[in-house]
């Protein structure tokens, strides 16, 4: 089967332009988009109007304005940091299906590690395209929930540019973004520089982050080149979780007594990093257009643990490059925009596990090889009726061993072991979309998507007596959505309903300090986005999703899986009173979940939470400014839980901060 997916995958790469013919001109840079969509899949895009309108708010807090997008933060230090993203309902593995990416280049690692948003500065960002559902055909690996693409403004504007940007927020909330623009002729220099430091919200949850980019780039008009250079140093106080009737507050409900404190009053860790992206693009006519573009990203990652007497040493070496060819054409005579392209990427994993004071206890190391050709195509078969297809092979190849040293801990297990495994994989997409009148917009869409087990999630985790397990199998799932748009001068309402049938999920498992393959299961939802501006001054969005996750097979059929709130609504209304005064508030609720590690379906659930945010924003003197509430109910709650596996009513939380302010101020000199 895989072989005969194989000659067929290269017979279409290979001889599907024979049936091409020119149209149109069509330009895309960073996206892997074919003007703005895959035809029958939900697509948003945050313009840099609405993320700089919203400067108060993260990337993650901007994002889970959409729905079927929720945030997980375990420290609330604010402006991003230790946030993640969760598209319809991963729960715990919610970082391993929602594949980020900057430029077009994955962000997303092969280890657990959280893609620091902050690192990326608000104000270069150009748009935000996010895709909900399977994008594994144009991304691959990591895309089964959706895809997340930052692009960064990379136009050569006329004349020089200088912008500051400064923040200032309770618990110490400081933030100062300063970039600047050197223009001559077709050639350009960018520069930029941001400082984020805050006190948190817990004790020892304090963050400071600094990072800066400088950009070359070059545009002729028909050929265009970039290089950007990045670094970023980052420190985080880690303040552990709050027990409910365990540990330091047995017998008593230690959410609610002390809700700043921390058991792991000296743990913290540090990152440092740095990143080349570079790209260039070539028209060989009106018709098509090469790419090519690739990155290098280097990090290493410390950690002291010191209450429990650990340390953890690691080093990820990441290589991309995606050359890609765009095509604006006629299949049979029928018009189409294509992409063809290949992907090429290896990454190099290194970690020391110490015991503080003493010698390395175990050693890991891993190499990640993947080569994967695809092409995606919107066909337009008539003036009301669309088609898209597309398809990927993925080889991967994988090299993964570890080092015992007894003489640290005489009870370490886990057998010194190299193996080599390759794992070769394929998505799909077939989509199919229909005008049915200029209002309304009916759309369909169906594929296969595939997730590799990342390197922790095969190392494992938890004291040193856990064995790894290098040879967990691949993840795969078959997913179904359809949806309707209506679109009227004032308002746009997107609805959208999607199935997904997985095979293989991976998980931890926390008896064994080990991931496994779940028996299988799946997910199913509705997600809702309405748009209203009435008179171009109230402006009205209301986003709303119903998600269900679930086993649907072994002893734990029709269970919950764990981390997934069933309900989420968020409520965003603005006022344009003047350009110097234009107020706002935003309504979000979340229903309740089941706690991680819960699943058996027996302990207390984790109950929902609603918080309640308002503020105003405009300009004047030549200056943006923006004011927010946050919080204003002083809710004291929290997005993440985890649960005793034996005991009821036993569980963990990471509390989240009360009424916070925010203050942002931009000037454009």
Not at 350 to 376: C, H, T, V
């Given at each position: 089967?895989?072989?005969?997916?194989?000659?067929?995958?290269?017979?279409?790469?290979?001889?599907?332009?024979?049936?091409?013919?020119?149209?149109?001109?069509?330009?895309?840079?960073?996206?892997?988009?074919?003007?703005?969509?895959?035809?029958?899949?939900?697509?948003?895009i945050?313009?840099?109007?609405?993320?700089?309108?919203?400067?108060?708010k993260s990337?993650?807090?901007?994002?889970a304005?959409?729905?079927g997008?929720?945030?997980?933060?375990?420290?609330?230090?604010?402006?991003?940091?230790?946030?993640?993203i969760?598209?319809?309902?991963?729960?715990?593995?919610?970082?391993?299906?929602?594949l980020?990416?900057?430029?077009?280049?994955?962000?997303?690692?092969?280890?657990?590690?959280?893609?620091?948003?902050?690192?990326?500065?608000?104000?270069?960002?150009?748009?935000?395209?996010?895709?909900?559902?399977?994008?594994?055909?144009?991304?691959?690996?990591?895309?089964?929930?959706?895809?997340?693409?930052?692009?960064?403004?990379?136009?050569?504007?006329?004349?020089?540019?200088?912008n500051?940007?400064?923040?200032?927020?309770?618990?110490?909330?400081?933030?100062s973004?300063?970039?600047?623009?050197?223009?001559?002729?077709?050639?350009?220099?960018?520069?930029?520089?941001?400082?984020?430091?805050s006190?948190?919200?817990?004790?020892?949850?304090?963050y400071?982050?600094?990072?800066?980019?400088?950009?070359?780039?070059?545009?002729?008009?028909?050929?265009?080149?970039?290089?950007?250079?990045?670094?970023?140093?980052?420190?985080?106080e880690?303040?552990?979780d709050?027990?409910?009737?365990?540990?330091?507050?047995?017998?008593?409900?230690?959410?609610?007594?002390?809700?700043?404190?921390?058991?792991?009053?000296?743990?913290?860790?540090?990152?440092?990093?740095?990143?080349?992206?570079?790209?260039?693009?070539?028209?060989?006519?009106?018709?098509?257009?090469?790419?090519?573009?690739?990155?290098?990203?280097?990090?290493?990652?410390?950690g002291?643990?010191?209450?429990?007497?650990?340390?953890?040493?690691?080093?990820?070496?990441?290589?991309?490059?995606?050359?890609r060819?765009?095509?604006?054409?006629?299949?049979?005579g029928?018009?189409?925009?294509?992409?063809?392209?290949?992907?090429f990427n290896?990454?190099?994993?290194?970690?020391?596990?110490?015991?503080?004071?003493?010698?390395?206890?175990k050693?890991y190391?891993?190499?990640?090889?993947n080569i994967?050709?695809?092409?995606?195509?919107?066909?337009?078969?008539?003036?009301?009726?669309?088609?898209?297809?597309?398809?990927?092979?993925?080889?991967n190849?994988?090299?993964?061993?570890?080092?015992?040293n007894?003489?640290a801990?005489?009870?370490t297990?886990?057998?010194?072991?190299?193996?080599?495994?390759?794992?070769?994989?394929?998505?799909?997409?077939l989509?199919?979309?229909?005008?049915?009148?200029?209002?309304?917009i009916f759309?369909?869409?169906?594929?296969?998507?595939?997730?590799?087990?990342?390197?922790?999630?095969r190392?494992?985790s938890?004291?040193?007596?856990?064995?790894?397990?290098?040879?967990?199998?691949?993840?795969?799932?078959?997913?179904?959505?359809?949806?309707?748009?209506?679109?009227?001068?004032?308002?746009?309402?997107?609805?959208?309903?999607?199935?997904?049938?997985?095979?293989?999920?991976?998980?931890?498992?926390?008896?064994?300090?080990?991931?496994r393959?779940?028996?299988r299961?799946?997910?199913?939802?509705?997600?809702?986005?309405?748009?209203?501006?009435?008179?171009?001054?109230?402006?009205?969005?209301?986003?709303?999703?119903?998600?269900?996750?679930?086993?649907?097979a072994?002893?734990?059929?029709?269970?919950?899986?764990?981390?997934?709130?069933?309900?989420?609504?968020?409520?965003?209304?603005?006022?344009?009173?003047s350009?110097y005064?234009?107020?706002?508030?935003?309504?979000?609720?979340?229903?309740?979940?089941?706690?991680?590690?819960?699943?058996?379906?027996?302990?207390?659930?984790?109950?929902?939470?609603?918080?309640?945010?308002?503020?105003?924003?405009?300009?004047?003197?030549?200056?943006?400014?923006?004011?927010?509430?946050?919080?204003?109910?002083?809710?004291?709650y929290?997005?993440?839980?985890?649960a005793?596996?034996n005991?009821?009513?036993?569980?963990?939380?990471?509390?989240?901060?009360?009424?916070?302010?925010?203050?942002?101020?931009?000037?454009?000199?």
């Amino acid at each position: 089967m895989r072989t005969f997916l194989f000659k067929l995958s290269c017979t279409l790469l290979v001889f599907f332009p024979i049936f091409l013919s020119a149209q149109e001109e069509i330009i895309i840079k960073s996206s892997r988009l074919i003007k703005d969509k895959i035809v029958g899949a939900q697509t948003y895009i945050m313009d840099k109007e609405f993320i700089q309108s919203n400067s108060t708010k993260s990337i993650p807090e901007l994002l889970a304005k959409l729905p079927g997008i929720k945030i997980k933060d375990l420290r609330g230090g604010g402006l991003g940091a230790s946030q993640s993203i969760d598209i319809r309902g991963f729960g715990d593995t919610a970082t391993k299906n929602t594949l980020i990416l900057l430029n077009g280049q994955r962000l997303t690692n092969i280890d657990l590690s959280l893609v620091d948003f902050t690192t990326i500065p608000r104000d270069s960002i150009d748009r935000i395209e996010v895709i909900m559902g399977n994008s594994a055909v144009l991304f691959g690996n990591n895309a089964t929930a959706g895809s997340i693409n930052i692009i960064t403004d990379q136009s050569i504007k006329k004349g020089d540019q200088l912008n500051a940007n400064l923040s200032v927020g309770s618990l110490g909330k400081f933030g100062s973004y300063l970039s600047g623009t050197k223009t001559k002729d077709n050639f350009s220099v960018k520069g930029n520089h941001n400082l984020i430091f805050s006190d948190g919200y817990r004790r020892n949850s304090g963050y400071y982050q600094n990072n800066g980019g400088i950009e070359f780039s070059f545009d002729k008009g028909y050929y265009d080149f970039y290089v950007n250079l990045r670094s970023n140093n980052q420190f985080q106080e880690l303040p552990g979780d709050v027990g409910v009737n365990t540990g330091s507050f047995a017998n008593s409900n230690g959410f609610h007594i002390d809700p700043r404190s921390s058991d792991t009053p000296a743990d913290f860790s540090q990152n440092n990093g740095h990143n080349i992206f570079y790209g260039g693009s070539y028209d060989f006519n009106s018709f098509n257009t090469i790419i090519i573009d690739g990155s290098y990203k280097y990090n290493k990652s410390e950690g002291k643990f010191l209450s429990s007497s650990s340390e953890l040493d690691t080093r990820i070496s990441t290589y991309q490059l995606s050359p890609r060819l765009l095509s604006d054409l006629k299949v049979f005579g029928f018009s189409s925009d294509s992409i063809f392209g290949t992907d090429f990427n290896y990454a190099y994993y290194y970690s020391d596990r110490m015991e503080s004071g003493k010698a390395w206890y175990k050693k890991y190391k891993m190499q990640d090889l993947n080569i994967a050709p695809y092409f995606s195509t919107n066909v337009n078969l008539s003036e009301l009726d669309s088609i898209s297809v597309g398809f990927r092979y993925q080889w991967n190849w994988l090299r993964a061993g570890d080092t015992n040293n007894p003489s640290a801990y005489t009870w370490t297990l886990g057998e010194q072991e190299t193996i080599l495994k390759p794992d070769h994989q394929h998505a799909f997409h077939l989509g199919y979309e229909r005008f049915i009148n200029q209002n309304n917009i009916f759309s369909i869409k169906g594929g296969r998507s595939f997730r590799y087990p990342d390197v922790d999630e095969r190392v494992g985790s938890g004291f040193v007596s856990a064995t790894h397990n290098f040879r967990l199998g691949s993840q795969a799932s078959y997913d179904f959505e359809f949806g309707h748009k209506y679109l009227d001068n004032n308002i746009k309402v997107q609805t959208n309903f999607y199935y997904m049938r997985l095979k293989s999920e991976i998980k931890y498992d926390n008896a064994t300090f080990t991931n496994r393959n779940l028996a299988r299961t799946h997910r199913y939802g509705i997600e809702n986005k309405i748009d209203f501006n009435l008179n171009n001054q109230l402006v009205f969005s209301n986003s709303f999703s119903v998600a269900q996750s679930k086993y649907r097979a072994g002893h734990r059929r029709d269970y919950d899986l764990t981390g997934v709130p069933a309900f989420k609504n968020v409520v965003d209304i603005e006022y344009k009173f003047s350009e110097y005064l234009n107020p706002n508030i935003s309504l979000y609720y979340q229903s309740s979940q089941r706690m991680i590690n819960d699943e058996e379906n027996y302990q207390v659930v984790q109950p929902g939470y609603y918080l309640i945010d308002m503020g105003f924003s405009g300009n004047g003197y030549g200056f943006n400014y923006s004011m927010m509430f946050n919080n204003i109910l002083d809710k004291n709650y929290y997005q993440y839980a985890v649960a005793s596996t034996n005991s009821y009513n036993v569980y963990n939380t990471y509390p989240l901060e009360g009424f916070n302010m925010m203050f942002t101020l931009s000037k454009d000199l």
